[in-house]
Each structure stands twice: as C-alpha cells, then as structure tokens.
C-alpha cells in the first residue's frame, strides 16, 4: 500500500469511480453538455452544423471526380481530363473552406464555453457555506471541475459533429462500396471494432485514475504555493522547508507519472496490436481490388476509386467510434462538473428585515454547535444577553469557542440547539443580508486584499466599494488614514506586491486597515473584533480601543482578545471554557470571584511586571 502525505492510504490500483457505469448509461450527460454549448453561441454552434454537413459530403465527392480523372487518362481525353481536374480543385478548396472553418467556429466557441463554464463553477462556489468550504471532498469535486470540465463540452459537440460528418462521408462510401461488393461494407465496419471497445475501456480507466488521485493532485499544488509564493516564502527560507517540499512535489509527481506510463503503454501497445488489424484488412482489400482490375472487371479509376474509398471509409469509421469513445471518457469528466454544480445548498427563504422588539439586541439562548464530523460540540447551551451600546468580551483559552459564536451570530453556521435572537426574532427567519448588513466584523485571519488601498476597505461594505468618501470616514474611525496618506499615491495606491507598483505594508497597519473595513458599514449597530490587535503592542491596542469605543458609543460591540487590558473596557465579560459559559460580570465583579477570570488576569499581569 501507498501512504500519502496527508496519512490517506492508497491501494495499487484505483477503485471503480462512484460504481461501474454501464457504457450507455454515462451518455447521460451529452445533453446537458450540449445544451450549455448551444446556450454560450447559438451563431457559432449552428456555424459549426452546417460547416460539418459540408464536409461530411465533399470527400465522397472527391473520390468520385478521381475515379473520373483517372478514367480520362485512361481514354486520353484531355479536355475531359483538365475539366475534371478543375472541378476536383474547386471542391478540395472548398472542402479547405470548410474545414478552416470548423476550424475557427471551435476556436471561438473555445473561448466562450471556457468563461461559461468557469463562471457556472464560481456562481456554484458563491451558493456553498462554509461548511462547503471545510469539507475536503468537495475541494476534490471543485478541482476535479475546474481541471477537465470546461474543456468538455466542447469536445463533447467537436466530437458529436465529428461522428456526424464521418457518418455522411460513410454514408457516402458505402453507397459506392455497395456498387462494388456488400461484403466490403461488412468488412469496413467489422474491422474497427475491437479498437473500438479497447478505447472504451482505457478511457474509463484514465477517468477512474484522474478521480482516484486528485488529493494528491491538490497537495501537490500545495507544495508548489509553498515553495513559490510571497506568503508563505519568508517561512520557507527561513526554517529551510524548500528542499523538504520540494522532495514531497516530486515524490508525488514519481507516483502519479509512474500510474500514467502504465497505462500509456499499455495504451500504446493495444493501439499498435489494432491497427495492425486495420491495415491486414486494407491491404486484403486491396488485393481482392487490384485482382478485379487485373481480370478487367473493373476499370483502373474504378480500382482507384474503391482503394481510396476504402481507405478513407475506414479512416472515417475508425474516427467514427473513436469519437464515440471520446464522448464516452468526455461524459465521464462532464460528471465531475455535473456533481459538483449539483452539490445540495442550503435554501434561505426567510426574508425578515427587522424584528417584533426593536432595541431588544442579540440574546443567545441555550446554543450548541457540533462541526460537521466532529465527535464533541464547540460550544455547549451558552446564554447571554447584549443590549444596544453595550460591550461585550469573550475570554477563554485557544479552543473554548469564542471565534464559534462570532460564525453562529453572522449565520456562517447554524447552531445544533438553541437559538440565537436580534431584536426578538431568530436569526434564521431574518433574510441573510439584511442580517449581515447589522454587522461588520474583523477576524483575526482577515483577509489582505491585492486591491487598491481604498478599495481594501472598501470591500467592507460592496454596495459602496468605489465611495470614497466612504473610504476616509471608515479610514477615519478605524485609524489607517495616517497609514494610508502615507502612501505614494494615498488611497489609489496598490497593496501588496502580487501586481505591479504594489506596497506591502506591516501586520499592525494591515490591522487598521481591516478595523477601517468593519466601519464601512454605516448602518451596522453591531461591531465584532476578534483578535483584531493582536500584533499591535500593549499601548497602540488600548489607544486603538478608546478610539473604538468613543466611536461605537450606540453600537453593540463584541470583543474577543487575550490582552486584558482592553477586555477589562467591556461592559460584560463572558468566560468560555471547553464550549461553555463558566463565568460572567464585568472586570470588577469577576475579580472578586476568584475563579478562571481571575487567575488568568493574575498570570497575565504578572508577565507585566
């Protein structure tokens, strides 16, 4: 058995993707394929229809004015011989035309599936919730999507307008084979069959394969992030990772080349075995051909003729069925797409914009919440009441279910029990964005956004993300306006270095621009903080909290923080241990407990002294 890096064993050989489909049964998807094709250009799909049916007929024709070419020469009928000649390079052109065409329809149509698909797997994205986004299968669904699938369509109709004009041109072929011997249509179609069957096959295994590792796949690319972007470099140079990961990308890559190389040649050796059968029946046919002509049974164009025709009508029945397999192995991928667009979402109906008890503020009532797969809750029955202009502190060790709660009060999970009310109404009845439009919100992992300075706060609040009058007032009451004045071209300067002319800037000013982010929301009458100082020194965080509170005098704020220094500025303090509420009061009244409040408070001013 193979271990992979994540600790996932492997076994030699991958298992049957989601059960073995029947071969018919996977063709499911050609019409949802197509549709989306027809539906990103409906000009350039009927372009490619009729282009198809021209070139579909035109090699038929081709072969015809050969035979007659040739018949010409044999008469030594010049004018007939030059006329036919003409009329075969008019139609060769026009088959080129054609062709060209087909061509150019695929290209741009190429384009235009590849943004409508990508777009379909992002607008998909933004329906998911975060549970979505921790659950490591999907994360392989999206990947899996994302690699093969836009490409899909399109090779799915490519190949459906191919098995078209092939069947025309067959169609073609046959009817002049039929003037010559029914036994040579049998033979025709009989011979690329097993070829047929043995790409069936392969393709399922490659699909089979493809799903099988796309984990490693991803931990691969993780790797390569690791190893190449500014983020994680400073890291990686400094603790000396790079040859370690590099190690694991290429050890990963030696497994999955040595799983493609077997089945390539195995692939390879199949194909050359086949199509050794192919040519012992061309040049049989052939034989029999040339002997017809030797016995004057037929003319030397004739014999020309029924060669070519052959020749070709084998090329075009062999791309026939290789088409068909590759509309089987394009079905296979159009799952993974198909999957992950039909991954079940929550539905929010509700609607509320307001609650029956306006100032009433947030209650938590008796909430528990379990993480999905998880064997214990994160939190456990915790009740607290916050009214309007009121402060609040979380306190509790790493792992006590602060950051939870801030995740059930915006609606990024739902709670197992209980519930959590704003103004007297469940926050599951109000609409989501009318809900989230009361909150603004800073985490402790904000994000840094390669985005102009002004639009990284901007952000805050979408509707008003180019205002910049906006920009300064949240600027203003979020402290970054020195930061971002500061800079060459003040708030239309570029952040970060991932684009050109960007400026980095320090974790602590990063900090007042994402605190600045949280007051773009002018209608927000809750104000959250997680851990939004924690790389500022003692003295900058309680400057940066009397500013806050001064300005958040009619607001509800949470605040979670190890730093006591400003926790002790709440108004309420709940202490959370293990997922429940232990202890709660203000500063004062928890001091006089003497309990985990307390002796937390008691160590971290001792480290102070």
Known sequence: MDVTHSGRKRTQTPPPARGERAFLGVFRYTGRGMRVVWETSRGLTLAMAGLTLVAGLLPGLVAWVGKLIVDAVVSHDAEATLRYVVLEGLVVALLAAAQRGLSVSQSLLRALLSQRVNVKI??????L???????PELYDKMTRARREASVRPLSLVQRSFGVAQNAISLATYAGILLSFSPWAV???ALAGLPAFFVEARFSNEAFRLFTWRTPETRQRAYYETAIAREDFVKETQLYGLGPLFLGRYNQIFETLYSEDRRLTLRRGLWGWLLGLLTTATFYGAYAVTALEAVADRITLGQMTMYLLVFKQGQAAFSS????????????????????????????RDATATDGPLPGDGIRFEEVSFRYPGAEDDAVRDVSFHLAPGRKLALVGENGSGKTTLIKLLTRLYEPSAGRILLDGRDLREWGVDALR??????FQDFVRYQLRAGENIGVGDVRFVDDRDRWRAAADKGMATPVLDGLPSGFETQLGRWFGGGRELSLGQWQKVALSRAFMRGEADILVLDEPTASMDAAAEVHIFDHFRAHTEHQMAILISHRFSTVRMADQIVVLSDGRVVERGDHDALMAEDGVYARLFSLQARGYR
């Open 129 to 135: 919730d975060l549970p979505h986004f921790e659950d």
């Open 320 to 347: 026939i069925l290789t088409a068909i397999g590759g509309m089987y192995e394009d079905n296979l991928y159009l799952s993974n797409l198909y999957d992950f667009l039909d991954t079940p979402t929550v539905r």
């Open 437 to 442: 439009r009361r909150i603004g919100v800073i």
């Open 122 to 127: 992002l607008e998909k994205a933004l329906e």
């Open 186 to 188: 049998l033979v025709l």
